[in-house]
């Protein structure tokens, strides 16, 4: 059974690969990002999806879910409970980059803590600006257009599938 985890090893190979090149050009170009988010549980995943939705989204998804034949999935999202907090995302559990070990979340540190700006300069640098370049340039896709820590595969093959598939999988992966 999978983990959440910050560790790039728990990656897939080729995006592992990739994003240590990227990490590398980042330092050297003076830009320190640190991954803290790599694998992503469907349950984790469910709680940050659920943030600022209303029940009628929630009740929503859940049916959708189960008519598309993701039970388990459903289960997990309902499991997830309330939570509050601004929007973090679209994709609901198992649809994340994250569950499929095909994306990673970096932090700009500046001096030794976390940047979230994605217009501050530092040394006519912005660290997410020159990520993502560099992501892009070594063929990765950005995350969402307000989402600057988030870079991903460009491919993800589980989610080209039946979503009985998809949770099936899921289930899996990541079921205790």
């Known amino acids: 059974m999978l983990k959440d985890s910050r560790s790039l090893d728990s990656l897939i190979h080729t995006l592992r690969v990739q994003v240590v090149i990227v990490l590398e050009e980042c330092a050297s170009a003076g830009v320190i990002m640190v991954p803290y988010r790599c694998a992503g549980s ?54 994340s980059r994250h569950n499929w070990l095909s994306a990673v979340d970096c932090y700009w540190d500046v001096d030794g803590r976390a940047e979230w700006s994605s217009k501050r300069m530092v040394n006519g640098l912005n660290g997410y600006q020159l990520y993502r370049t560099i992501a892009i340039k070594r063929g990765l896709a950005r995350g969402p257009l307000n989402d600057f820590p988030h870079i991903q595969s460009l491919i993800t093959p589980g989610l080209a599938r039946p979503w009985s598939s998809i949770d099936a999988d899921m289930k899996g992966m990541w079921s205790e």
Do not use: C, H, N
Request: no cysteine.
């Open 42 to 95: 469907p349950q984790t995943q469910a709680k940050l999806w659920r943030q600022s939705r209303t029940t009628k989204e929630i009740v929503q998804a859940l049916t959708l879910l189960r008519d598309r034949g993701a039970p388990w999935l459903a289960d997990v999202l309902e499991a997830a409970g309330p939570q509050y907090g601004r929007k973090v995302t679209d994709a609901m559990p198992g649809f």
